[in-house]
DNA sequence: TGAGAACGTTTTTTT
DNA sequence: AACGTTCTCA
């Protein structure tokens, strides 16, 4: 019990906050920005605000808007709140800005040309339509892959572009200046099959909401508050859309921005930090509060992670200081192996010692620069048998059995889906290959009617004959009972027959190869899954939206993830592996992107330590397998960039090199060359340095033939061939010519 | 049309 | 090394 002060009794809720913690939850009228470093209580705060809203009779439930990165915040922000009242409420506006955006979208689906039913398209769906529209346009897919056109549609969106008002002069990267006229046969295309990209999410609302003046007045009427988490990563077009919302003609909005700059690591997603940086020009009188007291680390921690950081200009500024003055705790263990082997051996022997004294598993984890990395973990973890998970490796949603059997689903439930109807019409197989699947298409179009309608017309007309008649018969012929199940048994027993019936199971219980089994299991279970919803259409929406995989969280094993997947989370002892330069700092990073990545690359390493309550270790090897060969690599400079008393070194290889960094070496200045031999001195590498190809060499290729070297990108070569145009080239597959 | 061979690329990071 | 895509032939 804490005494009250006389004047105001403050409710058990603000209890044990400090004073800046307070400030940032009791100023509710007007714009703030809360800057809130590492484990200084971010979520705290958030979750207290909006119930201290609520409690004080400000808002109703739904009138605030409540706007979280993943799907993983917004459950939690939930819980809280509903811990906070006591009770769970329903209606909240509260989830991921695609979330909250489809749920608006669904309403207001008309006004861009859809209807509230449309379909949100998973990967392969944009591939497939990409592919498509490419087709009549002959481009050579090899120079510009498909991908490469989504990537640049990905970023107009990110941006709020539409295709209109993509500019000629944005429009060099692609094919020759094709890209706007792609970007607009594409958003056509969909528009016509009543579907959406996920980026489509936001850029149809934030359309609706810039042309539709009483949309966004009604909404304006319904957001009193508005809290916005993870600001820092946020991009153009999510700002533009908050910026709408948040600007009612009446008086200030009320607007909260919870953010830390120096954890911002989406801008390859089109994130801008400037968003933060221009928090009080955007908002006039905006009141700033700093969270920089962390309750969550070591001092030791803290001063490593906190020299790391400092090497970053363009900082808002914020020191991390430790919220009690003692247990100044352990340094940061800087450990040297010989190989990625060493590496996972030695993490993995840690771990068993942490485990015998009696340290929770789930208070582990290994923390790295890209997915690749878990490998030789989970090698060594499986021998060991120790208990591990990856977190957001390979999704049960992306496997090619539950995306057929959604395919199956989404067809089921709306027969004009053409891009599901694509992918399952030949799986089983049918019979219908590419020529077949064109003659529907042309079927289909002949009546102006979607593909499923197409092939019943075929059907009935008796345009298809023999095997393919047959099959798709019996294919349309599950379709319609299934649909008829639907009413009267419920979706789950008309999904079972539906991949009963059309052959889909027993397509896998024919398949002998060894996976076969287990995918009829995640078919099974996908089925399970479906009857937890009321609806395929909410099961669908829920997987469109909600990536990740159900965390088992309850049980006791050490996580392996990416960096990136760890923002937000703690764990008592963190590994950092692969801290060695071309790893991580990344070697595209490095390549392209400036002083401006390598500084997204830092953060993403203060990310990391920060992570940790009690002990962070952060290891590298001198030699790494990159593809099929050896390369040798020299110790991060983000190591170097620690403060020396807060780390302790150890590990017999390469001791000495641990001074030797990119900063201070002879790398400093360019990337490193790939080799191919193993236990390669540094002398080597240097003499290769020297000896490149430089720009304007003639080379001579295999199968290209001869070339002239455009640019030199690491052991890449940029090469313009004389028959076959401009390549990238590995730089040991050319040899040099006179 | 489909199976197998040959070829090329891959390793950032995610809603 | 491992995977996915395209190519080639039956």
Request: with cysteine; glycine share 8%; aromatic share 8%.
């Amino acid at each position: 019990m804490t005494q009250s002060p006389i004047s105001s009794p403050s409710p058990d809720y603000l209890d044990r906050l400090n004073p800046e913690q307070r400030e940032a939850i009791e100023t509710t009228e007007g714009p703030l920005l809360i800057l809130a470093g590492a484990g200084t209580g971010k979520t705290r705060v958030l979750t207290t605000r909006f119930a201290h809203i609520l409690l004080n009779g400000r808002a109703r439930p739904w009138q605030i808007l409540a706007v979280t990165f993943t799907n993983k915040a917004a459950r939690e922000m939930r819980e809280r709140v509903a811990a906070l009242l006591g009770e769970t409420i329903d209606g909240l506006w509260l989830g991921t800005f695609h979330a909250l955006c489809a749920r608006m979208l669904r309403r207001h689906a008309e006004y861009v040309g859809l209807t509230t039913g449309f379909t949100i398209l998973d990967t392969d769906d944009q591939l497939r339509l990409v592919r498509q529209i490419m087709e009549p346009y002959r481009i050579d897919t090899k120079r510009w892959p498909p991908q490469g056109l989504l990537g640049v549609f990905q970023r107009w969106k990110d941006r709020g572009l539409t295709p209109a008002q993509v500019t000629p002069a944005e429009d060099t990267d692609f094919a020759a200046g094709h890209a706007r006229a792609l970007y607009a046969a594409y958003q056509e295309r969909l528009r016509a099959v009543n579907a959406c990209d996920f980026g489509d999410l936001m850029l149809h609302m934030l359309e609706i909401l810039r042309t539709q003046p009483d949309v966004l007045a009604q909404y304006h009427r319904l957001f009193r508050y508005i809290l916005v988490d993870e600001y820092q990563d946020t991009n153009t077009i999510q700002y533009l859309w908050l910026r709408l919302l948040a600007k009612r003609p009446e008086g200030a909005p009320n607007i909260a921005c919870v953010g830390d700059d120096d954890q911002s690591i989406y801008s390859w997603r089109g994130a801008e930090v400037e968003n933060i940086l221009r928090f009080e020009k955007d908002f006039p009188g905006a009141r700033v509060v700093r969270l920089e007291r962390n309750y969550r680390s070591t001092a030791q921690i803290l001063r490593a992670a906190s020299g790391l950081i400092a090497h970053n200009a363009d900082r808002l500024g914020k020191t991390l200081r430790p919220g009690s003055d003692d247990a100044r705790g352990e340094k940061v263990q800087v450990i040297s192996v010989w190989d990625s082997d060493e590496e996972a051996r030695i993490a993995a022997g840690a771990i068993e010692r942490l485990r015998a004294e009696g340290h929770p598993l789930s208070q582990i984890a290994i923390l790295m620069r890209a997915g690749f990395q878990t490998r030789p973990f989970e090698e060594r973890f499986l021998t060991l048998g120790l208990p591990y998970r990856v977190v957001g490796g390979l999704r049960f949603y992306e496997r090619a059995e539950i995306r057929d059997a959604m395919a199956y689903m989404r067809v089921l439930v709306q027969p004009a889906d053409d891009l599901a109807f694509e992918r399952i019409v030949n799986v089983p197989k049918r019979g219908i290959g590419a020529a077949g699947l064109q003659k529907l298409h042309h079927t289909a179009r002949g009546i102006g009617a979607p593909l499923a309608a197409g092939v019943l017309h075929a059907l009935e007309t008796g345009a298809l004959k023999g095997k393919q008649r047959e099959a798709l018969a019996t294919l349309m012929d599950a379709f319609e009972r299934a649909r008829a199940l639907r009413e009267r048994e419920g979706h789950v027993v008309a999904m079972e027959m539906l991949l009963e019936e059309s052959g889909y199971l027993q397509m896998w219980r024919d398949d002998r190869s060894p996976e076969a089994p287990g995918r009829l299991d995640n078919i099974k279970e996908l089925l399970r899954a479906i009857g937890d919803f009321g609806t395929l259409e909410g099961f669908l929406e829920h997987v469109a939206l909600v990536t990740e995989t159900e965390d088992q969280a309850s049980s006791d094993t050490v996580s392996l993830m990416t960096l990136h997947g760890a923002k937000g989370l703690e764990f008592d002892t963190v590994f950092l592996p692969g801290w060695e330069e071309g790893v991580f700092p990344s070697q595209r990073s490095l390549d392209e992107g400036g002083l401006k990545s390598l500084e997204e690359e830092r953060r993403l390493a203060y990310v990391g330590i920060t992570r940790a309550r009690r002990r962070a270790v952060i290891l590298h090897a001198a030699r790494r397998r990159i593809y099929a060969n050896w390369q040798d690599s020299i110790p991060s400079r983000f190591i170097a960039e620690i403060p020396d008393d807060a780390i302790e070194q150890s590990g017999q290889a390469l001791q000495e090199r641990i001074q030797l960094t990119a900063r201070n070496s002879v790398f400093a200045n360019g990337p490193i060359r790939g080799t191919t031999r193993p236990f390669r001195k540094l002398t080597d590498v240097r003499e290769e340095i020297a000896a490149p190809l430089p720009v304007g060499t003639r080379v001579f290729h295999q199968k290209f033939g001869y070339g002239t070297v455009l640019e030199v990108e690491g052991d890449r070569l940029h090469i313009n061939f004389e028959k076959a145009g401009e390549k990238r080239i590995m730089a040991h597959f050319v040899e040099q010519v006179s």
